[in-house]
């Protein structure tokens, strides 16, 4: 019987894909013709560390390589409605031309923060934000 639990575990017709429409999800969408592959790792790497699952469930990497996404190094985020299954529109955070440049990482954090979970302490990375303010 225990064989029989085993061998249906590890059975890929039983496999089932994971839903992205129901969490929230980072997409990284950038240009691979310009090399950025690994900024956008460590950025990936970085949110993970900074919002880890379930508050991030996923975080995609999407390269870019045709002469419209030229440039381009974008990060979405998309927050799906658990109690319908229905995605919402993905809300842009940082845009590479419109901002300038690339994000400094804690900028990036607080906006990404404040789409997901407004008001959540991010320690260090506010300190300097509230420090101004004050």
Do not use: Y
């Not at 129901?22 to 691979?32: A, G, H, K, Q, S």
């Not at 013709?33 to 991030?56: D, G, K, M, N, Y």
């Not at 469930?57 to 658990?82: D, H, K, M, Y």
């Amino acid at each position: 019987m225990a064989q029989e639990q085993s061998n249906a575990l590890l059975d890929p017709s039983t496999f089932v894909c994971p839903s992205l429409t129901e969490n929230t999800t980072v997409t990284i969408e950038f240009c691979d013709r310009c090399r950025w592959l690994h900024r956008a790792s460590w950025v990936q790497t970085e949110l993970l560390l900074t919002f880890p699952p379930p508050t991030i469930t996923c975080i995609a990497l999407l390269p870019r390589n045709s002469e419209e996404t030229a440039g381009r190094f974008r990060v979405w985020v998309t927050q799906g409605n658990t109690a319908t299954g229905e995605a919402v529109t993905p809300q842009l955070a940082w845009d590479r031309k419109v901002e300038g440049g690339f994000p400094e990482l804690k900028v990036l954090k607080q906006r990404i923060r404040d789409i997901i979970q407004p008001g959540k302490s991010l320690g260090h990375s506010d300190k300097k934000v509230e420090q101004q303010a004050a």
